[in-house]
């Protein structure tokens, strides 16, 4: 099990990160947030005042920048170039432009180069959208994890009202709604359910009742692959 490569796509606001977390503590696994490594970027990217159109400036940030986790008992921290930006990277503006900027051929290249280093070195459960097609396309256990757009706006609305932040809900929803139509369309690795992987609808479902779920599915594969 402690080579196990696990890949847990889905559209925004499903709940993979939460879930990904919880499944690779039950299976002893590392887990990779790819979603934050792109939002890692991203939150460079308008650090510096980088004009977001420029590919080719956005790739060669995504090449020299080095992005770090460090486990917590909450979770996992995000550092880039030593500095944490675990917080920073969550931000309404850093949400609206992290599309546009992981929708770049040369980012999404140098992204995917960390993550299956990670990958080569030990067993791991990595979220994000194309981690089934493009990132592990054979790895053992493959999961499409999604919510109808009303729940995973509520939840997300919920989670940035609980950081104090002020937020419309309508809003929210539109730029859930927006981002499935940018991330599915994306030239480079669109967001697409893998033809092998296990369809996990968390619609009325509570967190607990998800990871048990996935961790059914994880341990039904590796028994029928042992």
Known sequence: MNTLRVAL????GAGKSTVAK?????????????????????????????????????TQLANQVQIDFKPTAAGQDVFLD???????????????????????AGV???????????????????DGRDIG??????????????????????RRYQELIDK????DFEQLKLDIQRRDEYDSG??????????????VDSTGLNIDQVIEE????CRQIVAQKS
Do not use: C, F
Request: net charge negative; aromatic share 4%; no cysteine.
């Open 9 to 12: 796509d889905g559209p925004a």
């Open 22 to 58: 919880r499944v690779a503590q039950a299976l002893g696994l590392t887990y990779v947030d790819t979603g934050a490594m792109y939002r890692a970027v991203t939150w460079k990217a308008l650090h510096d005042q980088l004009d977001l159109s420029d590919a080719a400036g956005l």
């Open 82 to 104: 030593g500095q944490d930006i675990t917080e920073d990277i969550r931000t309404r503006d850093v949400t609206s432009q992290v599309s546009a900027v992981s929708a770049v």
């Open 108 to 126: 999404r290249l140098a992204m995917v180069e960390q993550q299956r280093n990670i990958a080569a070195r030990t067993g791991v459960v990595m």
């Open 133 to 154: 097609t493009v990132v592990l396309p054979n790895a053992e256990v493959k999961i499409w994890l999604t919510a109808s757009v009303e729940e995973r706006a509520t």
């Open 164 to 167: 104090g932040q002020e937020v």
């Open 186 to 199: 994306r030239e480079h690795s669109p967001m697409k359910m893998a033809e092998d992987a296990v369809l």
């Open 214 to 217: 996935i961790l059914h599915i």
